[in-house]
């Protein structure tokens, strides 16, 4: 008879576990990816800046 308000609290410990966890999960990747923006603007507007070596119109390319 106890093992029904048992098993209720483990799935709500658990839900609240698996919530808690996506969250991270969709944190740490939106910070990855306006990383990953900001370092592909970094390149473009220093490629375009100072274009006149071989080496920076590589960087360019990834624009």
């Known amino acids: 008879m106890h093992k ?3 098993l ?3 799935f709500i410990t658990a839900f ?3 919530v808690n966890f996506s969250s ?3 944190s740490e ?3 990855f990816l306006q990383y990953v923006v900001i370092q592909r603007s970094f390149i473009c507007e ?3 800046a100072v274009n ?3 080496e920076l119109l ?3 390319r990834y624009c």
């Open 46 to 48: 220093f490629g375009i």
């Open 16 to 18: 609240c576990t698996f």
């Open 4 to 6: 029904k308000p048992l």
């Open 29 to 31: 990747l939106w910070m």
């Open 24 to 26: 991270n999960i969709v």
């Open 52 to 54: 006149t070596s071989d």
């Open 58 to 60: 590589v960087f360019t």
């Open 8 to 10: 209720k609290n483990s």
